[in-house]
Nanobody, 120 residues
Framework: QVHLVESGGGPVQTGGSLRLSCAASGYAFCSRDMSWFRQAPGKEREVVSTINEDGTTNYADSVKGRFTISQDNANNTLYLQMNNLKPEDTATYYC??????????????WGQGTQVTVSS
């Protein structure tokens, strides 16, 4: 069974930090490209950051310089270090992975999300 389990969210004050984790298991990776998305109430889900197989990274303009994505391939875990958090970072954060479960075609898999709430 596919498991993408995010953790590390919670309440934090403006300027604080959190480190999100996403543990992947139960499927074969079709690509090591992995991403963090977030969705605030009443808004569409948006990509926050992506790490590619070659180790290159991309960030949304709104988080550049504050968030850092990383990946531990040995443990199939994705991270998002979030510093200098702002109220507008409040959202549910999701990780996304591209894999294949049980010999099926490759597909995008999503975690259940972890809530980040930044208070001013």
């Amino acid at each position: 069974q596919v498991h993408l389990v995010e953790s590390g969210g919670g309440p934090v004050q403006t300027g604080g930090s959190l480190r999100l984790s996403c543990a992947a298991s139960g499927y074969a990776f079709c690509s090591r490209d992995m991403s963090w998305f977030r969705q605030a109430p009443g808004k569409e889900r948006e990509v926050v950051s992506t790490i590619n197989e070659d180790g290159t990274t991309n960030y949304a303009d709104s988080v550049k310089g504050r968030f850092t994505i990383s990946q531990d391939n040995a443990n199939n875990t994705l991270y998002l270090q979030m510093n200098n958090l702002k109220p507008e970072d409040t959202a549910t954060y999701y990780c996304r992975s591209f894999g294949a479960f049980g010999g099926r075609h490759c597909a995008w898999y999503w975690g259940q999300g972890t809530q980040v709430t930044v208070s001013s």
